[in-house]
């Protein structure tokens, strides 16, 4: 099993993965604010996903056959903003507006608000709720769409999680692919010290899901991974766990609690974010 300190995680970013960092600093710095470590870690699963596996329509973002990606830690909103305005949801001169009065871009998705954001989330453990739901309506109706949502590990601590999953496995929802963001590290700390999550994979097969894990910052293995659930005959709703680093391509915010959220940047904190992407 991977961990932290595995030197696979020290996976180099390509120019796609650095681009949508850049977009995920317009908001950061037009906002002088932000949860930087949360989004830096959500990049590349949001990039495959919307890339290569998903059925998305920018065009028309509610669908109906569109399949349905939910980012149950509204908090990691800004990587979710970048990916929405490369793929032209929304436009990308609005990302220099996040956090700002009367933007559509808040601290948390909103949905409805911001063209693609399946669920308005940040209140952590009801994203997954919400989308046990679509995936089970969805199979009622005999839809052929596919429901993906993504977790942060510290969400787990949520009660709602767990009773989410017994739902889920009951109803054989094999329609659906959660995604679990483990960058180990929470709003206050190591999720080891706070309320370790080990055996993370064995819990979830004890929930009647099948499990898989993955470098999270590997675009080609996250691509396979996802491509098996997209194609599986499973009877079970599955789970990735995505092994990555918090604050990741930043090398003085990776695996570093105090980028969880920053209140401000200073002059050099911006000038230091610029000079690791180039």
């Known amino acids: 099993m991977q961990n932290k300190s595995d030197t696979s995680l020290k996976t180099k970013l390509d120019k796609r993965s650095k681009y949508l960092r850049e977009l995920i600093l317009k908001c950061l710095i037009g906002a002088n604010?932000?949860?930087?470590?949360?989004?830096?870690?959500?990049?590349?699963?949001?990039?495959?996903?919307?890339?290569?596996?998903?059925?998305?329509?920018?065009?028309?973002?509610?669908?109906e056959e569109r399949d349905r990606i939910?980012?149950?830690?509204?908090h990691g909103c800004l990587a979710l903003y970048s990916i929405l305005a490369d793929k032209k949801f929304i436009k990308k001169k609005v990302l220099k507006s996040s956090s700002k009065f009367n933007s559509i871009l808040g601290g948390h998705p909103e949905y409805k608000k911001v063209p693609g954001v399946e669920a308005s989330t940040g209140a952590l453990g009801h994203g997954?709720?919400?989308?046990?739901?679509?995936?089970?309506?969805a199979k009622l109706k005999k839809k052929k769409m596919k429901t993906y949502v993504i977790m942060g590990d510290g969400e787990i601590n949520e009660g709602?999680?767990?009773e989410s999953a017994?739902?889920?496995?009951?109803?054989?929802?094999?329609?659906?692919?959660?995604?679990?963001?483990?960058?180990?590290?929470?709003?206050?700390?190591?999720?080891?010290?706070?309320?370790?999550?080990?055996?993370?994979?064995?819990?979830?097969q004890s929930f009647g899901f099948?499990?898989?894990?993955?470098?999270g910052h590997d675009v080609n293995k996250l691509y396979k991974n996802l491509?098996?659930?997209?194609?599986?005959?499973?009877?079970?709703?599955?789970?990735?766990?995505?092994?990555?680093?918090?604050?990741k391509g930043f090398y003085f915010a990776e695996n570093n609690p105090k980028w969880h959220h920053k209140n401000s940047f200073s002059k050099d904190e911006i000038k230091n974010m610029r000079e690791c992407l180039k």
């Open 33 to 63: 604010r932000g949860h930087m470590g949360s989004a830096m870690s959500l990049v590349e699963v949001l990039r495959v996903l919307y890339d290569k596996i998903a059925k998305v329509y920018p065009n028309k973002p509610y669908h």
């Open 128 to 137: 997954f709720p919400i989308a046990v739901g679509i995936a089970l309506s």
């Open 70 to 74: 939910i980012l149950s830690k509204g």
């Open 160 to 162: 709602s999680v767990w």
């Open 166 to 204: 017994l739902i889920a496995a009951k109803h054989k929802l094999s329609n659906l692919k959660v995604i679990i963001d483990y960058n180990k590290i929470q709003s206050y700390g190591y999720v080891k010290e706070v309320l370790d999550l080990e055996p993370l994979k064995e819990k979830w």
């Open 210 to 215: 099948e499990v898989s894990e993955v470098n």
């Open 227 to 247: 491509k098996k659930f997209k194609y599986s005959k499973s009877k079970k709703p599955s789970i990735t766990i995505c092994h990555t680093v918090k604050g």
